[in-house]
């Protein structure tokens, strides 16, 4: 682990088919403190079996050291290397000939804000987003860091309405922007729920991930 890349030696757990037999994939991105392997058990929730699904992971299992709401500069170098990470991760599907737009990009909490970071800084068409109980990195939503054309990409954003760690406004700052750049944006903000995954949104993403390939 380099002190300039922290994430430059992270591995990759799989699930589904071998990429390269596969002809839909998705990137699950854990959260602090969790594993790839954790995040991986998404896959058994989804109907498909014929996804190639990928999950690296987060040297010390945590992306960035500071809240996704401190200053970007607070969380460097370790948000760099995260981006370059999801970037690699990404790359393993599509060089084994799987487009872009057959891929789905999912994350959880810390990784839901590392997901949508990603995307929405070149953004392209893809099989799909999800973020579960995340938003954009930054002390404020910087919209000039974030560019290109989702093309229409089906995006689910969920999150509690009173979750401690991921502010409402956030949430609906992170809706704007990705559909400023032109995804589709199913946003749900549930009641008084706690922070976690809940059944409605693997139902949600269910039917992005059944559209996969078409």
């Given at each position: 682990?380099?002190?300039?890349?922290?994430?430059?030696?992270?591995?990759?757990?799989?699930?589904?088919p071998?990429?390269?037999?596969?002809?839909?994939?998705a990137?699950?991105?854990?959260?602090?403190?969790?594993?790839?392997?954790?995040?991986?058990?998404?896959?058994?929730e989804?109907?498909r079996?014929?996804?190639?699904?990928?999950?690296?992971?987060?040297a010390?299992?945590?992306w960035?050291?500071?809240?996704?709401?401190?200053?970007?500069?607070?969380?460097q170098?370790?948000?760099?290397s995260?981006?370059?990470?999801?970037e690699?991760?990404?790359?393993?599907?599509?060089?084994?000939?799987?487009?872009?737009?057959?891929?789905?990009?999912?994350?959880?909490?810390?990784?839901?804000?590392?997901?949508?970071?990603?995307?929405?800084?070149?953004?392209?068409?893809?099989?799909g987003?999800?973020?579960?109980?995340g938003g954009?990195?930054?002390?404020?939503?910087?919209?000039?860091?974030?560019?290109?054309d989702?093309?229409?990409?089906?995006?689910?954003?969920?999150c509690?309405?009173?979750?401690?760690?991921?502010?409402?406004?956030?949430v609906?700052?992170?809706?704007?922007?990705?559909?400023?750049?032109?995804?589709?944006?199913?946003?749900?903000?549930?009641?008084?729920?706690?922070?976690?995954?809940?059944?409605?949104?693997?139902?949600?993403?269910?039917?992005?991930?059944?559209?996969?390939?078409?």
């Amino acid at each position: 682990m380099a002190a300039t890349d922290p994430h430059a030696d992270a591995g990759l757990a799989t699930a589904g088919p071998d990429p390269a037999d596969a002809g839909v994939g998705a990137v699950l991105i854990h959260g602090r403190g969790a594993t790839a392997q954790s995040v991986l058990g998404l896959a058994e929730e989804f109907e498909r079996d014929d996804v190639a699904y990928l999950a690296p992971q987060a040297a010390n299992r945590t992306w960035y050291p500071n809240p996704f709401t401190a200053p970007t500069e607070a969380n460097q170098p370790h948000l760099d290397s995260a981006l370059a990470t999801v970037e690699r991760a990404v790359g393993t599907l599509t060089d084994a000939g799987i487009a872009c737009e057959d891929v789905l990009l999912l994350g959880f909490s810390q990784g839901a804000c590392l997901t949508t970071e990603y995307a929405a800084r070149d953004a392209r068409r893809y099989g799909g987003l999800a973020a579960f109980s995340g938003g954009l990195i930054g002390e404020t939503v910087e919209r000039e860091r974030y560019g290109g054309d989702f093309d229409g990409t089906p995006a689910f954003v969920g999150c509690s309405d009173s979750d401690p760690h991921i502010p409402e406004e956030r949430v609906r700052e992170t809706t704007a922007v990705l559909s400023d750049l032109g995804a589709d944006v199913d946003e749900r903000l549930y009641p008084d729920a706690p922070h976690g995954i809940f059944a409605d949104e693997i139902d949600a993403v269910n039917d992005i991930v059944n559209a996969l390939g078409a």
